[in-house]
Nanobody, 124 residues
Framework: QVQLVESGGGLVQAGGSLRLACAAS????????MGWFRQAPGKEREFVAR????????YYLDSVKGRFTISRDNAKNTVYLQMNSLKLEDTAVYYC?????????????????WGQGTQVTVSS
């Protein structure tokens, strides 16, 4: 199995930036599509971004297009989410996930492996 560990969350002012990282522990990302999801208090988990194996095909939630960038470093078994121009509505726990096929989708039920999540809080 794949073990995923997120890092990089924290408190940031609106308009600021954070970079989240998700590192594999115990297994490489070979042939795995990767995704980022988030869950705010009282809301369901939602898709944020995904990237195919080995990379190059990316997809984003409409509300984060132009602000967030997903990328991966396969040699380091790590996927990143660069978040710029953060808004209050971006406050959530962010999760990385892996799907053991080259192409991902936007349905969290189809991702097999999940990290524990990292909190992102955007303040005014």
């Amino acid at each position: 199995q794949v073990q995923l560990v997120e890092s990089g969350g924290g408190l940031v002012q609106a308009g600021g930036s954070l970079r989240l990282a998700c590192a594999a522990s115990g297994r490489a990302f070979g042939s795995y599509a990767m995704g980022w999801f988030r869950q705010a208090p009282g809301k369901e988990r939602e898709f944020v971004a995904r990237i195919s194996w080995p990379g190059g095909s990316t997809y984003y939630l409409d509300s984060v297009k132009g602000r967030f960038t997903i990328s991966r470093d396969n040699a380091k078994n790590t996927v990143y989410l660069q978040m710029n121009s953060l808004k209050l509505e971006d406050t959530a726990v962010y999760y990385c996930a892996a799907r053991d096929v080259p192409y991902g989708n936007s349905n969290f039920h189809d991702y097999r492996y999940w990290g524990q999540g990292t909190q992102v809080t955007v303040s005014s």
